[in-house]
């Protein structure tokens, strides 16, 4: 910055030295200062001032995109640790298990039938991980290659609506499904489904006993507009400015008990900015999604 003012004042005086000479007499009084100096004084400003605007724009430029740059390191190395501890605990109850079955002696078939349960449900929250995880770098990095076509949302709602049901009955919860019989949209049915079916996963996991969900939808020309509320016990508002971030929880136990890690809303709001739609969550007596979804 210094320099460029300086190098700005070292041009008016290099300038206004070559052309004194020439126009010496005109300058005295100051009132009989000829046009062209005034325009050459206002010619090297300009330029000077330029000069100076350029170079801290490009100073400013650089410290952004040095700051990025360090920005997305960190969340590359914290994506990454948190991806390897995740795995690391369904792998070590998987091996946990395995070893006790085949090297203790006089196992029951009880136990051993214990054991093989586990097993498999950390081998299938193993999976369904991997699915997250997979899902997430797709829309990253292959958004252009998933197949989109007619979606009709309704129908993949009450699919859903029919896979929970018997979770919803056993949390005595009730899902009022609100949405009109005939929403289409273009878009990729694999990433909608995710959309709902985490919302709804989400709703019976955290809500709460007893508690209600309902969906519903209005139309505008370009989108669909759904609300999908829970009278559940809510988030508090800290949280929210980063539930939408990969690896997000709350109550890190409670929600890793249910089987969680952090990843549901995250699919959701990427499939829905993919699905050229926005996303707002509020939590007051409850928790209220407002998403859209182009048609
Ligand atoms: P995953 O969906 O990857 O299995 P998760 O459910 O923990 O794991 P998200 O779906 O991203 O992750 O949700 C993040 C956190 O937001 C949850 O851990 C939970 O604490 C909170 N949350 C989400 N939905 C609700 C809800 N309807 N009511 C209360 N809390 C919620
Ligand atoms: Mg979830």
């Known amino acids: 910055m210094f320099g460029s003012v300086?190098?700005?004042?070292?041009?008016?005086?290099?300038?206004?030295?070559?052309?004194?000479?020439?126009?010496?007499?005109?300058?005295?009084?100051?009132?009989?200062?000829s046009d062209w100096h005034l325009l050459l004084f206002s010619i090297v400003m300009m330029g000077g001032l330029g000069l100076i605007l350029y170079r801290y724009a490009r100073r400013m430029d650089e410290r952004i995109s040095r700051e990025q740059a360090a920005k997305e390191n960190r969340l590359r190395?914290?994506?990454?640790?948190?991806?390897?501890?995740e795995l690391k605990t369904?792998?070590?109850?998987?091996?946990?298990?395995?070893?006790?079955?085949?090297?203790?002696?006089g196992i029951s078939e009880q136990q051993r039938r214990q054991f093989a349960?586990?097993?498999?449900?950390?081998?299938?929250?193993?999976?369904?991980?991997?699915?997250?995880?997979?899902?997430?770098?797709?829309?990253?990095?292959?958004?252009?290659?998933?197949?989109?076509?007619?979606v009709?949302?309704?129908?993949?709602?009450?699919?859903?609506?029919?896979?929970?049901?018997?979770?919803?009955q056993e949390r005595h919860m009730k899902l009022y499904n609100q949405l009109p019989k005939d929403i289409v949209v273009r878009g990729n049915e694999q990433l909608i489904y995710s959309i709902f079916r985490n919302l709804t996963d989400n709703a019976v996991a955290y809500a709460g006993e007893g508690t209600m969900v309902e969906i519903s939808a209005t139309e505008d020309k370009t989108h669909w507009h759904f609300h999908f509320a829970d009278n559940g016990q809510g988030i508090p508002e800290e949280h929210l400015?980063?539930?939408?971030?990969?690896?997000?929880?709350?109550?890190?136990?409670r929600s890793r008990q249910m089987g969680g890690t952090g990843l549901g809303l995250a699919i959701v709001k990427n499939a829905i900015l993919l699905h050229d739609g926005t996303i707002t969550i509020h939590s007051e007596k409850g928790t209220q999604f407002d998403f859209t979804i182009a048609k």
């Open 6 to 33: 300086m190098a700005v004042f070292v041009i008016y005086v290099v300038v206004f030295i070559l052309f004194e000479d020439y126009d010496r007499k005109r300058l005295e009084p100051f009132d009989e200062v």
């Open 77 to 85: 190395r914290e994506l990454t640790q948190n991806i390897s501890h």
């Open 90 to 105: 369904p792998v070590a109850s998987i091996l946990g298990y395995a070893e006790t079955v085949l090297h203790t002696e």
């Open 117 to 150: 349960e586990r097993t498999l449900s950390q081998a299938q929250r193993l999976t369904a991980l991997l699915q997250d995880i997979s899902m997430l770098n797709r829309m990253d990095y292959a958004a252009d290659i998933l197949t989109k076509g007619r």
């Open 152 to 168: 009709n949302v309704s129908a993949l709602v009450a699919d859903i609506v029919e896979e929970t049901s018997l979770a919803f």
């Open 241 to 253: 400015p980063r539930i939408f971030e990969r690896f997000y929880r709350i109550d890190k136990s």
